[in-house]
């Protein structure tokens, strides 16, 4: 159990033992750590339901606190104000429990008591489109969440859902008919088989997608020949879907490739059109139970609410030409997770100007019974990565940047900064090429998940890349010299040993922050936001280097002593390398 746990528990007893309900009793970290390590603020709350005021409940908890056998660990308490109970823990408490980290492999954490089945729904690209910059922060934000729920025991599945069934996939069918119409995925006539090889590249794929939907956006008449190309795909026409696997081979191969570079994994890759068996069905059935309904041709499901305080649209399933939709398909989604996957959570890491959208499809999903009410189903939104001028980020050009080239251009960047620092000069080319790549995306990703999700932030490579401030590179450099000083220490024969009682302010500093761990990570996961660990991993680093700064190690005297701070140097490694973990960022062997 953590430290503030353990706090908890025994002010739950003690709110408990007053006729107060145990709730009140949480421990939390303190507001004014000069004067206190944590506090409990139950009695101010309390005050009201138990008809007494909050000095009295506070004094009468205070004095049970202190009677109870348990509560060796509290250093001292004090009631300040109306009836904070604020909270120091013994220095012998803050060593045990840092040992107790150290010695645990999950750092301290226990894994969930009940896991449930998560999938992560995030990356999202559609096919057929090279990776650009607009999908960074759903791959970044979701592959953090991805690990940060598994790392805390519950069954995650990370999904890509990649855009693959949906107009654009007929509109590049027709394009390419239009270019090539000799192919045989065109002659209805074809009897097979067709060729293996695809007739088209992702970048060919990516050049014609904003040709074509300029085209059709101009001629109402190519539309429609996109959006019958559309039906007859969802409908099995085998030239078409001959096609699509080509389009959608190319697509995963190209894409994949960029999601390695950043260090993202799915676990599946399924599809909008991985659900296409189901949607005849489901739209069938929701028109027999009454929970669709047909208008102007088109089938729509009505999700509106009394209290809605904006028009809330209805869910388009079909068009009035039969073809099926982006909501279609979602909704038919949730249907498989469920079904098939027995999926408890389903976390939607998308661009925060959807949010109508999955407004309308979980509405949808709860009035059809495809999820009940006890399957969470949360849209987790973002904002957008703008340029300097503070507008969504493009090319000098003017057009959208390739993920790939981003990734060049942190690569570089980082590149510059090692060189600049002298960082690594020494090294085989190969090596510091490597680390400029690790530290490029470790700039890229930690720029990204040090704000919070929601907040649009400006793409400052320079600021990033630094080695300085709240960024990717400091973090990975921290948790690089940690490690050379461990090294250090073991080519002088030191080991480490018992933790024992800080003397020294910043170990006590750094004891107590790491302590803290295990709710960090609660907090970030309850709030589905991965700044939470960014922050503390800064600051667990600053706290650090005021430690290393104060406490020479290698030339301290005192064996136990000196035994004791590399164990708290090498936990301090161990949580960097969790935190860092978590957020997606690598860490170079040596640097
Ligand atoms: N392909 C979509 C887009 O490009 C994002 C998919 C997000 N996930 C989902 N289940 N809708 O906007």
């Known amino acids: 159990m953590s430290l503030q746990s353990t706090l908890t528990a025994i002010f739950q007893d003690a709110f408990a033992a007053e006729g107060v309900d145990r709730s009140f009793g949480e421990v939390v970290i303190s507001q004014r750590p000069e004067l206190a390590d944590y506090q409990c603020n139950g009695a ?46 013994t220095d012998d408490a803050l060593a045990a429990s840092v040992e107790h980290m150290g010695e645990s492999d999950r750092l301290g954490v226990t894994p969930a008591e009940s896991p449930l089945n998560v999938v992560v729904d995030y990356g999202g690209p559609n096919m057929s489109k090279a990776l650009h910059v607009g999908h960074l922060r759903a791959a970044v934000i979701g592959e953090s969440l991805k690990r940060l729920t598994r790392f805390l025991g519950h069954n995650t599945i990370g999904d890509i859902h990649m855009g693959d069934w949906g107009m654009p996939i007929g509109q590049l069918i027709i394009e390419l008919e239009d270019r090539q119409p000799d192919l045989p995925y065109f002659d209805e006539g074809f009897s097979g088989p067709y060729p293996e090889e695809s007739p088209v590249d992702l970048d060919d794929l990516s050049d014609m997608y904003p040709v074509i939907t300029q085209r059709c956006a101009d001629d109402p008449e190519v539309a429609e020949r996109a959006r019958e190309a559309t039906f007859d795909l969802q409908n099995g026409r085998a030239g078409y879907l001959a096609l699509w696997q080509h389009f959608r081979d190319v697509s995963v191969a190209g894409q994949r490739d960029d999601f390695d570079a950043l260090g993202v994994e799915f676990d599946v890759w399924y599809g909008e059109s991985t659900v296409h068996d189901r949607l005849a069905p489901m739209v069938e059935r929701l028109l027999e139970s009454g929970v669709a309904k047909e208008s102007e041709g088109a089938v729509i499901v009505e999700v509106a609410a009394e209290d809605d305080a904006k028009e809330v649209p209805p869910l388009l399933l079909t068009r009035s030409d039969g073809s099926y939709l982006y909501s279609t398909t979602d909704l038919a989604t949730i249907e498989m997770r469920v079904d098939e996957m027995d999926t408890d959570v389903m976390l939607y890491v998308v661009d925060a100007r959807q949010s109508l959208h999955f407004e309308q499809v979980f509405r949808a999903a709860r009035k059809a019974g495809i999820a009940a009410e006890d399957v969470d189903l949360e849209h987790i939104g973002f904002g957008t990565v703008n340029g300097p001028d503070g507008k969504p980020f493009k090319t000098r050009a003017g057009g959208v940047l390739r993920l790939g080239d981003l990734i060049e251009i942190v690569s570089d960047a980082a590149r510059s900064k090692i060189d600049a620092a002298h960082i690594a000069d020494d090294y085989p080319e190969d090596e510091r090429a490597r680390i400029a790549r690790q530290v490029g995306i470790a700039a890229l990703k930690f720029g990204d998940l040090s704000n919070h999700r929601s907040s649009n932030y400006i793409f400052d490579i320079d600021r990033f890349a630094s080695f300085e401030g709240k960024t990717g590179p400091y973090l990975q450099y921290s948790a690089v010299r940690i490690a050379s000083i461990l090294r250090r220490a073991a080519e002088a024969n030191l080991s480490a040993g018992p933790v024992v009682a800080p003397t020294v302010d910043a170990e006590r500093n750094l004891m107590l922050r790491m302590v803290r761990l295990p709710e960090i990570l609660e907090r970030s996961m309850a709030l589905r936001a991965p700044n939470v660990v960014a922050e503390y991993a800064f600051d667990l680093a600053n706290d650090f280097s005021r430690f290393y700064e104060k406490c020479h190690i290698l030339s301290e005297e005192d064996p136990v002593r000196q035994a004791s701070w590399l164990s708290l140097v090498a936990t301090t490694r161990s949580a960097l390398e969790l935190l860092l973990h978590l957020l997606g960022i690598e860490i170079p062997d040596r640097m």
């Open 44 to 89: 101010l709350a309390a005050a009201k339901s138990a008809g007494r005021n909050p000095r009295d409940i506070a004094d009468a908890v205070v004095a049970r606190v202190e009677s109870d056998p348990s509560a060796g660990l509290i250093a001292d308490l004090e009631i300040a104000g109306p009836g904070f109970v604020n909270i120091t823990v």
